[in-house]
């Protein structure tokens, strides 16, 4: 069907079909082709498309997207500039698609396997992040990568961060110039929209400005205020310790994927919310 070579940018089609469907279709390039192998094969356009740089850089930055936030680090790859290096070590798009293969079995010669005329179907949202975490820690292990992103993480710099004003990069700022102590522990909105059940906790310094305390907190409220009372009561039930599986139970959803899927929405809203503030200041 194909003549492939290593450098071929038909080796991370695999990759590209594993992505989510909200994400693929942010991507015009990879949106086009058709989920069909027989389909391709039988296209010069398609398999031109391929071979282009746009389905390259398509593909680098949306599966660097599914990686990174398995990689330890807070907020999105967004928050990061191209000097930082776990930005850069989510780009390593070689190892990630052999990573899928050894740890599923879908990679090129899978694909290359379906049946003529059958379309592959989007994989759901909770595999695809079930499968993306043990696709990094592999990576991780394999390259040795854990010392250097604890050091990494020990240790940033201003120049890791977008220059644009971010949780992120504000509670660097803040650490960066010793305004926190290490004595108290809170757990804070954005930790908990980007962590899922493992909580991720910044400290609190009882010392801390008075008057930028109260600023953040109006800054919470007004996002808060936003939310419909179902998710207002999501939020405030992760922002108190609750796992998924409980905030379901108690709110009557059958399972904890309504629950996550309720948290995605609420992460894409305050992500606007940020952007938009970011924008009037």
Request: aromatic share 12%.
């Amino acid at each position: 069907m194909f003549k492939v070579s290593r450098s071929s940018n038909l080796t991370f089609l695999p990759l590209v079909f594993f992505l989510p469907e909200d994400l693929i279709v942010k991507c015009p390039t990879l949106y086009s082709l058709p989920r069909c192998m027989s389909m391709i094969a039988r296209s010069e356009e398609h398999i031109s498309t391929i071979e282009d740089d746009n389905y390259l850089n398509e593909c680098l930055d949306a599966v660097a997207s599914l990686v990174f936030p398995h990689l330890g680090f807070r907020g999105w790859k967004e928050h990061y500039s191209v000097n930082s290096p776990v930005w850069k070590l989510s780009y390593f798009l070689p190892l990630y698609a052999k990573a899928l293969e050894d740890e599923t079995g879908w990679g090129l010669q899978a694909l290359l396997r379906t049946p003529k005329n059958s379309f592959i179907p989007y994989f759901d949202a909770d595999y695809i992040n079930e499968v993306m975490d043990r696709v990094v820690k592999r990576v991780i292990t394999e390259q040795n990568w854990q010392p250097m992103l604890d050091i990494v993480k020990a240790m940033p710099c201003e120049e890791d961060f977008e220059n644009w004003d971010t949780f992120v990069r504000r509670d660097f700022l803040r650490k960066w110039n010793h305004s926190r102590s290490k004595n108290v522990q809170t757990v804070s909105l954005e930790a908990c929209l980007e962590d899922g059940d493992h909580a991720i906790y910044e400290v609190k310094d009882e010392s801390a400005d008075f008057e930028d305390d109260i600023a953040s907190e109006d800054y919470y409220a007004r996002f808060k205020s936003q939310l419909s009372p179902k998710d207002r009561q999501i939020l405030q039930m992760r922002l108190d310790g609750y796992t998924y599986a409980e905030i379901a139970d108690e709110l009557g959803y059958k399972n904890h994927s309504g629950v996550i899927k309720r948290i995605s929405a609420i992460t894409k809203e305050f992500t606007q919310y940020q952007n938009k503030e970011v924008i009037m200041t």
